[in-house]
Structure formats: structure tokens, C-alpha cells
């Protein structure tokens, strides 16, 4: 070898050598420079990683530990692969399986209720308790214990689960718990329905069943608790119908029911509905019978219950009254045993006319007849006319009947006006009111004072609120004689007219007996007459009354048709009567007779 290639090789080893020298003193330096980038580019791994350690050889970097998801595996070997110097890395990471949440709501009393479980670390458990308070409600006591870790799975979305428990309240208002737990949601409460219950778990399903979660249903259906009611009150500011019922649409249905036999009426509702009610029994009767009740009885009382049906009310007639009575049996027939139908309908008395005559009697007193409701008009009206008659040393006959059954007379204090003017100027006659009839028949002491009395009662009494009849005459002379006195008392005696059986219609021949009888009356003015009606023993009494009292009726039309005044008739409701009475022999009970008034 050559002194030259000798030199070469010589000075290649010793750079060699140099070089190796060189690169082991540099690799130390190198190592502990990226395992400080390596300590400071991993620091917050520790929340992602468990037992997470690296080891580095040079520049390659071997890794180990166990992180829970893969996007936290790409996520720790990412960072490690941003440090300038590394050439590779040796991914040793496991992957952890997460530990399910779970969930716990629990109803410990009234409004309070108490939430634990556990949950992934963060935000969660105060959402959680926020969306459980407003879920809840106001001044609800919600006692919280969450235990936050790393390693547990995440929740289905909280708006998810707030309106899950919303809804479960909605359906089960006996709601005492709620619990989510490995991959399972429970639901706990009571309630009287099946099909609440049904609702509740299809709703919790299409809430939460997408999230891999099973249905576990602890609803337990309790047995009802409660009888059905059911009341009306019918009044003059409208209908109070109250109660409990079970279903809202057989509550739906009444209504309707009444709104269309009554569209006027306004309907107050105080009826309730709810689960916990037994099933009405006698609903079915109830819609039967509701629409007529509603329809035919003024101040309706209704009050139904698992035991009775009592009903009160006033009906037009006898007829509507058994109509109604027969519908209520018939409709509550299929109800045996202890079950009572209390009917206490009463029938509708039109009430009778308000009237008030006064007129100066044969022997000179002053006779006040009539019929009236009011006491403290008829005590106002006596004391007015006492007042007047105090100077005239006139006795005064007081014949007005109270009766509760009467029409307001708001003219009484009109009359009270004429009384004084009327005994002034009249000598004999009589003024009348008769609902909104007016009769004023009378001879004056003048033509002056007559037209001044004609004025006044025109005046109280307008047209064409009343109706009027004035009829006034200067007194005369000589007034009827004896002799026509005694025929008139004579011919009323004697005068008696005959009715078929059950009817009123007077006959052609009955019908002649009246006119001798009206030309006697005409004679004898300031008389009237009373139509006494009788009817034979066939019928009940009630039945007979009116009978009688449309025979006078018939023969007042016929005395009104031959021109005596209507004002002074009056009518006599006898009931039934033999043929024989004190003695007098009749051809039948079926008659009307004459009295002198």
C-alpha cells in the first residue's frame, strides 16, 4: 500500500471514530429535548387517558394506557405526531368501555322529589336539575345528589329527557318516579286508566327508543274510588250543571245535549272528570231524559247519583207532568234494587187576575171587592180610602181577597187617586179593574162632575195599556121599581142552565132561558151577577172544577153577547153537586145558576 492510500484510510477511520463519538454524545441531548415537548404537548391528556406513559428511543416514541373512545386515541397521537423530531410512534393505547349513565328521579312526598345517579363530568348535572325544575314546576323541593366521573357514557339529549318526563306527568299525574339505567328506562307512578298508562309508554317510546333505550313499565293501575254525580240547577242567570264524571266525552256530549234543546240558556260548568271516577251506569237514561227535562221543566233541579234520580221543577199541565214521569221510569227501568226515582214536579197554576171594584152599595156604604197578591198596596189603599170616607159617616165593606196565586196589580195606587173623586161625584155605580180591564159605570150628581171623573179615569188608565168601558149618567129621578127589582131576584131563582155530560157548549134551548134574564138585569142598574158552576160526581174533583168553570165561562159569553158588562159578572167555581141540594130538586149537577150580587 501506498504512502498516499495509507494517509486516506488513516484519516477516514479518525473521522469515523470522531463522528461516532459525536453522535453519542448528541443523543442524549436529543431524547431529553422531546420528551420535555412530549410532557408539555400531552399535559391535559389526563381527563382522556388512564394510565396513559411513553417511552422514547431516539426519536421514536412508544406509547401506552386506555382512553374510552377512539376519537381520543386520534386525538393523544395526533399532538404527539405535531412535535417536530418525532419520526415514529408506536401506538400501544387500549380502548376502555364507558360505564352507562343512570338516572334517578324520585318522588320522596308531596312536592318534593330527589334526583341522583351518575353522570359524565361537566355541564350535565346542572342542566339536568334545571330541566327537572322546570319539568316539575314552581316551588317544587328537589334534593340533588349526581356523582360526576369520567368514564361514563354520554345522556340522550336533555331536551329529550325533560320533555320525556313532561310528557310522563301529562299522562300519569300520580307520577312518583323516573329512572334511566344500562340502556333501560323505567317508568314508576299509579293510574286509574289502562290507556293513560298505554299513552304514557308509546310517548316515552317515540321519545327515547331510537337512543338503543327498553321500556320498563311499574305504572300500576288502581281500581276507581269514586261514585259518579251528576247535578242541574236551572235558574234565571242560567244553567249550573255540576258533578263527576269519568270521561270528558260523555261530559262533551251532555253539554251539546243541552245547548241544543236550550241555545238561550247560558251554561255555567262546574263538572268534573277524571279517572279515578267509576263508570256512570245510568248514562245512557241520563241523555234519554235530559233533553225533555231541559226542555219542559222551568227551574229544572236535577240531582243524580249512583243511588237516585230526584227531580223538581215546575210543568205546564197535568199531562206534561205523567209524560215526563213515564219517560223518567222507562229510562231508568234496567236499574233495579235500591235505586230511587224521586219525582217532585209540581204543576204550573196560571195565577189569576189582580181586581178591584169599589162602588157605593144600596144601603150607602162603600163596598170594596176584589182579588189581589200584593198586602202593602191592599193595606195603602184601605188606609186611602178610610182616609176619604172618615167625613162622610159612610160605613166602608171591605171584601178584598190575598191570595199568593195573583197577578201583580201595579194600579192599585191609581185607584187609591180616584177614590175620593169618585165619591164625589158619583151617587151610584161602580169603578173596576180587572187585569188590564177598566169599567167605569155610574150615575153622577152632574154632567160636570161626570166628565171630571171621565177625565181622571182616563187619565190613570191610558190607552192603549188598558182597555176601557165608561159608561156615565146623570142621575135621574126615580131609580128601577120594587116590582123590577123582585122580577130580576125572580128570574135569576129561577133561571138555571143544563149541560151535557163533560161538556160546556150551552144549547139552543138553554140558550133562550138567558135573554128574559139579561132584560131583567138591564132594568136594575149598579147589579151584577154571579154564575154559580156545578158538575155531576163522574171524574175526580180537580177534573170537575174546571169543568165548572168553563160553564160559567160559556154562560158569561152569552150574557156579555146580549150587552151586560163583563166587569159585572163574577164566577163561581161550585165543583160537583147532586140534584137535590137544601131541598130545590135539579134536573142533573151538570148546571150553572144566577145569583144577585
Known sequence: MNRVLKTCLIGLAFYAVLLLVSAGLLKPRIELQLNEKLISELDEIGDICEGFSF??????????????????????????????????????LTIIPLKNPSISLTRIGGN??????????????????????????E????????????????????????????GFCKFIPNASGLGLSERRLTLIGKSFSEARRDQALDFARSQISDHGYDIIDEIIILPPTDDPSFQISDSSDGILVSGLLKE?????????????????????????????????????????????????????????????IVISGVVDGDEKKRSLEQ????SFEGKKGSFKIVNELVVFVPPEKASLTMSWDEDGSFNLKGLLSQRDLYAQFLSATSDELKDKNKELKDKIELKENVEKAPWVNRMATLVGPFMAAVQWGALSVRGDEVALEAEVID????????????????????????????????????????TLENTMMDTVIYFDTESSKIKAKETKKIEPLVEAFLKVPGSSIALLGHADSYGNANYNRKLGRKRCESVRNSLVGLGVNRLLIEIEVKGESEKVVNGRKYESGRRVEFELR
Request: proline fraction near 5%.
Open 55 to 92: 417511552e422514547l428511543s431516539g426519536r421514536d416514541c412508544s406509547i401506552t394506557g386506555g382512553v374510552y373512545t377512539g376519537p381520543d386515541r386520534d386525538r393523544i397521537i395526533s399532538s404527539i405526531r405535531s412535535i417536530d423530531g418525532i419520526r415514529k410512534i408506536d401506538d400501544g
Open 112 to 137: 318534593s322529589w330527589k334526583l341522583d345517579g351518575r353522570i359524565l363530568v361537566g355541564d350535565a348535572a346542572a342542566q339536568l336539575t334545571q330541566a327537572f325544575v322546570r319539568s316539575i314546576g
Open 139 to 166: 316551588g317544587v323541593d328537589l334534593q340533588t345528589d349526581l356523582q360526576e366521573e369520567s368514564n361514563i357514557a354520554d345522556l340522550p339529549p336533555l331536551k329529550k329527557v325533560e320533555s320525556l318526563f313532561v
Open 248 to 308: 270528558f266525552s260523555f261530559k262533551d256530549r251532555i253539554f251539546n245535549l243541552i245547548r241544543q234543546t236550550d241555545e238561550q240558556k247560558t251554561i255555567k260548568d262546574e263538572l268534573h272528570t277524571g279517572d279515578h271516577v267509576r263508570n256512570a251506569e245510568w248514562g245512557p237514561s241520563l241523555v234519554r231524559v235530559i233533553p225533555a227535562l231541559v226542555a219542559e221543566v222551568d227551574k229544572l233541579k236535577l240531582n243524580l247519583s249512583s243511588e237516585s
Open 327 to 330: 219517560l223518567t221510569e222507562q
Open 447 to 486: 154632567s160636570g162632575s161626570g166628565d171630571i171623573l171621565k177625565a181622571m179615569v182616563e187619565k190613570a188608565f191610558p190607552v192603549p195599556d188598558y182597555k176601557r168601558i165608561i159608561q156615565i149618567n146623570v142621575v135621574e129621578p126615580a131609580g128601577p121599581t120594587d116590582e123590577e127589582i123582585m
